[in-house]
Structures are given as structure tokens and as C-alpha cells.
Nanobody, 127 residues
Framework: QVQLVESGGGLVQAGGSLRLSCAAS???????????MGWFRQPPGKEREFVAV????????YYADSVKGRFTISRDYVKNTVDLQMNILKPEDTAVYYC?????????????????WGQGTQVTVSS
């Protein structure tokens, strides 16, 4: 089992920044680089959607068009964390943000391709 715990959500004004962090751990959690990691979000009343993913090596990243140029995903192999730096936030970024881990190093934008999920953290952007 892999446990994922998100932190860093909150309320921010439009144009502001937030940094989300996700800490990965678990009894069977072996090498962090074996897992691709991702961030997804679920806006109010909508389906969960892809935000950003990063490969096990950290060399490959993919972003949703709606966040490209504003959000940056990164990972720390010492702390076993994956972060999402969110800049120039917009009201439409308001959502519950979820961290996800995929049991292989190749990243995927599909939520169904991920095996483990965090509990989510709320991000609210006011206009």
C-alpha cells in the first residue's frame, strides 16, 4: 500500500499563487522513482480532471492546456514528495486537488491509470 497526503491548499485571490505538496509513504512503498506521480482536480459539480503528471525519473512532464505556463509539477527524491506550484491563479482553478501515484514510471494523464490517491485538498480562488 502507498499512502499519499496532500497539503498546501487554501483560499487565495485571483492572480495569486499556492504551492501544493504531496508526501508519499507506505509499508510496501519501495523506490519513489518507480512511480509516476500526478495531480488531478475536481471542480464543484464537475468530473475529476487531469492537471499535471511527472514521470518516475522526473524528466517527463505533461500539463493540461488550461494550466500550461502557470503550473509547475516537480518531485523530491529525498523527501518522497511531489509538488504543484500554481501561479496566476484564476477562479476557474477552484477545485479539490488530488495527488495520485501510478505503479509504473511512465506518466499518464488518465485518472484510471493511477493506483493510489490522496484524500484531496481544497483550493479556492476568489475573484
Amino acid at each position: 500500500q502507498v499512502q499519499l497526503v496532500e497539503s498546501g491548499g487554501g483560499l487565495v485571490q485571483a492572480g495569486g499563487s499556492l504551492r501544493l505538496s504531496c508526501a508519499a509513504s507506505g509499508r510496501t512503498f519501495s523506490t519513489f522513482s518507480n512511480y509516476a506521480m500526478g495531480w488531478f482536480r475536481q471542480p464543484p459539480g464537475k468530473e475529476r480532471e487531469f492537471v499535471a503528471v511527472i514521470s518516475g525519473s522526473g524528466f517527463t512532464t505533461y500539463y493540461a492546456d488550461s494550466v500550461k505556463g502557470r503550473f509547475t509539477i516537480s518531485r523530491d527524491y529525498v523527501k518522497n514528495t511531489v509538488d504543484l506550484q500554481m501561479n496566476i491563479l484564476k477562479p476557474e482553478d477552484t477545485a479539490v486537488y488530488y495527488c495520485a501515484a501510478r505503479g509504473q514510471s511512465a506518466p499518464s494523464a488518465r485518472a484510471s491509470a493511477h493506483d493510489y490517491w490522496g484524500q484531496g485538498t481544497q483550493v479556492t480562488v476568489s475573484s
